[in-house]
């Protein structure tokens, strides 16, 4: 498969909530583990809670949107929240049940704040909102994650190749162009890869107006993949 920047995606905010105002990115930075929140099971900041933050790298200017969110390992891909660039930092809202879990109470269902990169187990393929993490995050773990705009290159070291001025580098099928439209298919690991928005990669075409297909993008990119 190819790969393509994550400073190339225009990611966005599908999440529900208002931006907070009121609030700035947290002193030790939206990957810490200190003041930012992130690597625990009782939530530091309320669930939910979305901020603005700016991006002024060079390669990709501009706002983007953060989001704290509870991380959930899924059954298929049980795999904590990793490198962005093997597909384990890229997550949806999970399927399933969250019984008997002792952070957020005995649930028969999965609440919208929780998320997971097992593909197989969420809404990805359903064109449902993308989240990335901006820590590496364990079963049940609360943290930050990029929901919205530009890529926080600056801001978030996962994000960025060691070395490198540009942003890691997440799979897609290798049909992605500049200016496309994106969504997510299935990268055959149970991670998370990027295609065009577009018929043949949308949805089974025997399968139009199935319940369980749809072709709301996640985002857009500003280059060819490679």
Known sequence: MATIKLND????????????????????GWDGTINAGNCVTSPTFQIGTKIMGYEDNSRAPGHYIMQYLRFHEGTDLAADVGDVSDGYGMCYHAEGTAAGDTTTGDYTYTPWYVVTNDLTNSDGTRRGAAAFACADLSHNNFGWFWVGGVCPISDVTKFVVSGEVTGAGIKTNGDVKIGM???VVDDGTGCGALAPNCPTEAFDTTTIGDAT?????????????A
């Open 213 to 225: 297909e749809g072709t709301t993008p996640i985002g857009w990119v500003t280059n060819t993949d």
């Open 181 to 183: 439209e994106v969504i």
């Open 9 to 28: 995606l225009m990611l966005y905010d599908k999440m529900p909530g208002p931006i907070n105002s009121r609030l700035g990115k947290p002193t030790d």
